[in-house]
């Protein structure tokens, strides 16, 4: 698929060898051609097809007038206490997004969104505010990872956007899922070893419990890791605070889990966010460790994070403690996440589709 912005292809949601057959079967150029242009998109903060100084300007004129390259655009950006980063980007139609940077030991985290608003509804997540106004296209996913990259320091000499061992998590606005085919044409750019060079290792993709989509996931077979927000281990539960429960029943949810980690042989986070009096009780734990029981899995718990729409409230650490007890009691691997940005409303559920708050 040829992706286009105001009439112009794309360019950077482009791979290599499509570049290749574009610039053949377009413009009648050779192939080598888009071996020399592909590295400049990566290897400088400010790509420009008129600073390519190895492509002839007639080519460079062919490009400009054809193709169009996307940059980072960082209306506002909010630094915590604890280093995290929160932009707000800007897109080329005026839709806003937002992503987040995070230092941790082990290596550095970029949270990406996928879509511009979310029209999953999960009462916890200020994300679903407004609904969803549109899909992010390839390019605009891989632009957050070099924005964040670009604004932090954390860079390299032979590449301003290649941190060794870092790490980029869809997490943030948007169901990575409900952009099934701009999402997997992402992670292929973001993995290809001539641009960001990626592990699909170090690339973990959440979902809040699309079926069909986790078994679509399935097949493609990407050593990626795949996290599945739960949230509640019954179906009464789930549809008070995920709607997404109505179609698909937590039994129907585990088994695609199951599934896909038998078949991809890669470990399944199950994410759940503790909330005061709703899900957080000693029998919630039993009977959550019952419903994956069998399954390649951790579970990551998280103090539900507070925003003004609701009135959602985590419990107290002692009885968040007995929860992942009981878990663990039962042979679940269970750990807390680790808050990030919570100051600047950069935590999980914190991230908004139109402003900074």
């Known amino acids: 698929m040829t992706y286009t912005i105001d009439n112009k292809i794309d360019i950077l949601s482009l791979s290599k060898s499509e570049l290749k057959t574009i610039l053949k079967e377009k413009f009648a150029m050779e192939g080598y051609r888009a071996d020399q242009i592909y590295p400049w998109l990566y290897k400088t903060a400010d790509p420009d097809f008129a600073k390519m100084s190895d492509i002839p300007k007639t ?10 390259i996307g940059k980072p655009n960082i209306v506002k950006k909010r630094v915590s206490v604890d280093g995290t980063v929160k932009y707000l980007l800007g897109l080329h139609d005026g839709n806003m997004i937002e992503s987040v940077f995070m230092k941790y030991n082990h290596g550095n985290t970029v949270c990406i969104s996928t879509q511009a608003g979310c029209r999953m509804g999960c009462a916890f997540c200020a994300s679903a505010e407004g609904g969803l106004n549109r899909n992010l296209l390839p390019s605009e996913m891989l632009l957050q990872v070099i ?12 590449s301003p956007f290649l941190i060794p061992h870092s790490n980029v998590v869809l997490m943030g606005i948007g169901e990575p899922l409900d952009n099934f085919d701009n999402v997997a044409k992402f992670l292929e750019l973001v993995n290809c070893k001539e641009g960001l060079n990626i592990g699909y290792r170090h690339i973990s993709l959440s979902t809040c419990g699309l079926v069909d989509k986790i078994l679509k996931l399935k097949e493609q077979n990407l050593p990626i890791t795949l996290s599945v927000s739960l949230h509640s281990p019954n179906d009464e539960t789930r549809k008070k605070i995920m709607p997404i429960a109505k179609k698909w029943g937590i039994d129907q949810l585990t088994e695609a889990c199951r599934e896909y980690a038998n078949f991809t042989k890669r470990r399944i986070s199950f994410e759940y966010a503790l909330i005061d009096k709703l899900n957080d009780s000693k029998e919630d734990a039993g009977r959550l460790a019952l419903k994956i029981k069998g399954i390649l899995c951790h579970v990551n718990l998280i103090q539900i994070n507070e925003i003004p729409e609701r009135d959602f409230r985590p419990p107290d650490m002692a009885k968040a403690r007995l929860f992942q007890k009981t878990l663990e ?7 807390f996440r680790r808050k990030c940005g919570n100051d600047i409303d950069a935590s999980c559920g914190q991230l908004r589709k139109n402003n900074l708050v």
């Open 329 to 335: 009691d039962h042979g679940i691997n269970a750990t």
């Open 147 to 158: 924005g964040a990259k670009q604004n932090t320091g954390d860079l390299i000499p032979h």
């Open 59 to 68: 080519t460079q004129k062919i490009l400009e007038e054809n193709f169009h």
